[in-house]
């Protein structure tokens, strides 16, 4: 089992609708929780970090998180041909250990 | 104000040969990471500095790597006697402390032949 999963896609999503990324994790001692947008031959950019159980709203995006289920979310509403990128789950384990374990990212598509 | 900045942004070395690549991280930022890219896959860690504190060098994967910081500054990655493996984009992150959240820099792609 993959420490960090995301489904790859690709996702396609409408003009204007909620797209919805998931991801789950295996090291149920994981502390704090990361999704970055990587636009092709780009680097990774933060969006969203989430620390506790619940939601965390930040514009137009929303991450979830369900630490019981092993569980992050990243809802983009209102997607813009813009948001069209790989979005990556990245989660910190342990205290003391302060690396990110990245998830392989799922590719959305914004469709017009 | 500035973000992480990489050289070079693009190496193209011959199989044997040793790189180096260099990271400047955001001012005031006291942690530091290194990351490998391989194309199409997920983020890969290497190593990670945090102030003075001795690195955390348990993502590198072969002695052939080394990193070295300056302070709380600058930092090198090296790669000596370059494999074909080695070909990847290698990301340097710094954040304001640890397990604060961490920022990117434009990578060096990297490329063997």
């Known amino acids: 089992q993959k420490e960090v999963e995301q489904n790859s896609g690709p996702l396609s999503v409408p003009e204007g609708a909620i797209a919805s990324l998931n991801c789950t994790y295996s090291d149920r001692g994981s502390q704090s929780f990361f999704w970055y947008r990587q636009y092709s031959g780009k680097s990774p950019e933060l969006i969203m970090f989430?620390?506790?159980?619940g939601d965390k709203e930040d514009g137009r995006f929303t991450a979830q998180l369900n630490k019981a289920s092993q569980y992050v979310s990243l809802l983009i509403r209102d997607s813009q041909p813009s948001d069209s990128a790989t979005y990556l789950c990245?989660?910190?384990?342990?205290?003391?250990?302060?690396?990110?374990?990245f998830g392989t990212g799922t590719r959305l598509t914004i469709i017009p | 104000g500035a973000g992480v900045s990489q050289s070079p942004s693009n190496k193209v070395t011959e199989k044997g040969k040793d790189v180096e690549l260099r990271c400047d991280p955001i001012s005031g930022h006291t942690a530091l990471y290194w990351y490998r890219q391989r194309l199409g896959q997920g983020l890969e860690f290497l190593i990670y500095f945090q102030g003075n504190s001795a690195p955390d060098k348990s993502g590198l994967p072969s002695d052939r790597f080394s990193a070295e910081r300056t302070g709380e500054s600058v930092s090198t990655l090296t790669i000596q006697r370059t494999q074909q493996e080695d070909s990847a984009v290698y990301l340097c992150?710094?954040?304001?402390?640890?397990?604060?959240?961490?920022?990117f820099g434009p990578g060096t792609r990297l490329t063997v032949t």
């Open positions: 990245a989660v910190k384990s342990n205290f003391g250990n302060e690396k990110l374990t």
């Open positions: 989430i620390y506790s159980n």
């Open positions: 992150a710094s954040s304001p402390g640890p397990s604060y959240e961490q920022y």
